[in-house]
């Protein structure tokens, strides 16, 4: 499996992004006397930094809100936090952030112990509520720094602040063990849907004359535009004028006669027997008439386009002769596509179980929801031409392939094994080994090396190196990457600091 190395300028414009936040980043996060929380629900996620929590004395705490739905700060949001020790609880209301996303309130407890800090979010109309427990509140400073514990930050700790992700197409997630199909990669081609095209034939016998010497595969048309014309020339069997001429006067003259006879029916002169035959031969005129005057000009037979589409083929040339009911051109719509994969006869036992496929081309990869698209069946023996089994899927062009060209198949089929699985953007590259950033706090993360299994194109098996239930960036990591190398080191990293 691949993942895609960003470019020089990608990467030198991470470097500077990252600096410049870095710099302008406010030093309020201390890493003395301060205590970090964290908290998620269905919508938020909550990070607050707070000095100790004493006894009728205030407490300083900032709080970062963060909209799970696109990881960005809750900007106009009532906040209420609450610290609840035994039966006292202290609370206090802020009506907006001091800037999106960022909350800053002044706490005082009125009782000591371990208690449990609320935190509810109004917004939109909507309320959520946040919780974190074993909160511990202390009867005085001296009692703290007597309890208090030694903490050691890894060496390699990455600092990736809330502004600095707020700023960036970011997004963690919790891993899961869940159910993940097997898949089945391979290539596949892109073909036009046998309903999505249609021939246009002679209808008569003669030489064609192209229309239009703009009119070349791939040339744009729509339905009724006329494509070309059959002309007779000199040849006395097939000279259309002349054919309409006798048409014309055959319609004419059983028009006439069908009309007089129904005269003459009404006066029980003529019998129904007579005049069914004079319908019949009025009907049948009729028809040979209207038919060659629609598709007869002075310059021939008219052939015209059925649908609105493009040119796929032009099956004659200029001034040949062809016959009727020849082929001249084949119109496409190239608004349905058919896959066709090809695997090999001993993935057989899986097909009947294939769910749905993502395909790559060009760099992104498509699901088959997202081409609208269905499964249409599978072989149930090999090629002739090779041993492999046909896959045949069928989507909507709304992403403008091109008929004839190659993807790349993931082929799903539904399995009941629970794995753990990553995003393919929460996977980098460095040196042939592969990186996952996890989550100690919103701003501090571990990089950390993982084994990689099988992918379906979006996600990928993780074989080993986490554990269900640790938070992992999704999105950006490649930026947190650009802030390992650029980062300036912390003099307080491999060593211990009280709380």
């Not at 095209?197 to 008569?204: D, I, L, W």
């Not at 059983?254 to 129904?272: C, G, N, P």
């Not at 089929?413 to 592969?434: F, K």
Request: proline share 5%; net charge negative; aromatic share 8%.
């Amino acid at each position: 499996m691949h993942f895609r190395h960003p470019s020089p300028y990608l990467l030198a414009a991470c470097s500077l992004f990252i600096c410049y936040a870095c710099h302008h980043h406010s030093h309020e996060h201390e890493h003395h006397d301060v205590e970090s929380y964290t908290a998620y629900s269905a919508c938020y996620e909550l990070y607050a930094e707070a000095t100790p929590f004493i006894v009728d004395m205030p407490s300083s705490v900032t709080v970062h809100l963060t909209q799970l739905s696109d990881f960005k700060p809750v900007d106009s949001a009532q906040v209420t936090l609450g610290l609840q020790v035994g039966g006292r609880n202290a609370a206090v209301r802020v009506e907006k952030p001091v800037r999106p996303g960022i909350y800053r309130v002044r706490l005082t407890p009125g009782q000591a112990g371990v208690g449990r800090l609320t935190v509810v979010v109004r917004h939109s109309c909507a309320t959520d509520t946040l919780y974190i427990d074993s909160v511990e509140v202390y009867d005085s400073h001296e009692s703290f720094h007597r309890s208090a514990h030694p903490h050691h930050r890894p060496s390699g700790d990455i600092h990736f602040t809330k502004e600095q992700s707020w700023n960036i197409d970011f997004a963690t997630a919790a891993v899961q063990s869940a159910p993940f199909d097997i898949v089945i990669r391979t290539a596949a081609r892109i073909l036009p849907s046998q309903g999505d095209e249609c021939v246009v034939t002679a209808k008569v016998s003669g030489i064609v004359v192209l229309s239009d010497p703009s009119l070349v595969e791939g040339a744009a048309v729509h339905a009724g535009q006329r494509l070309c014309s059959i002309e007779s020339g000199d040849m006395v069997d097939v000279n259309l004028p002349v054919r309409l001429q006798q048409a014309s006067a055959a319609y004419d003259q059983a028009k006439s006669t069908y009309e007089r006879q129904q005269q003459l029916a009404d006066e029980h002169i003529v019998s129904h027997a007579e005049l069914d035959r004079s319908r019949a031969r009025y009907e049948e005129t009729k028809v040979l008439y209207e038919s060659l005057r629609r598709n007869t000009s002075g310059q021939g037979a008219r052939a015209t386009a059925p649908i609105s589409g493009y040119v796929k083929e032009i099956a004659v040339t200029n001034g040949s002769y062809v016959e009727a009911g020849q082929p001249l051109m084949l119109l496409s719509r190239n608004r349905e596509l058919i896959v066709r994969a090809e695997v090999p006869p001993r993935h057989f036992p899986l097909l009947h179980r294939i769910t749905t496929a993502n395909f790559a081309v060009g760099g992104h990869v498509y699901t088959l929801a997202e081409l609208d698209g269905s499964v249409v069946g599978y072989g149930r023996s090999a090629e002739m031409s090779g041993p492999l089994i046909p896959v045949t899927f069928r989507v909507r062009n709304s992403v403008d392939w091109v008929p004839g060209t190659f993807v790349t198949a993931y082929i799903c089929a539904a399995s009941d094994s629970n794995v753990l699985t990553l995003p393919n953007t929460a996977v980098v590259e460095e040196m042939g080994n592969h990186f996952v950033f996890v989550q100690h706090t919103p701003e501090r993360f571990e990089k950390r090396i993982v084994t990689l299994g099988t992918t379906d194109g979006l996600h990928t098996v993780i074989t080993s190196g986490l554990e269900s239930g640790e938070r992992v960036v999704t999105k950006g990591a490649v930026m947190l990457k650009m802030a390992q190398a650029t980062a300036v080191p912390d003099p307080h990293a491999g060593h211990f600091h009280t709380h």
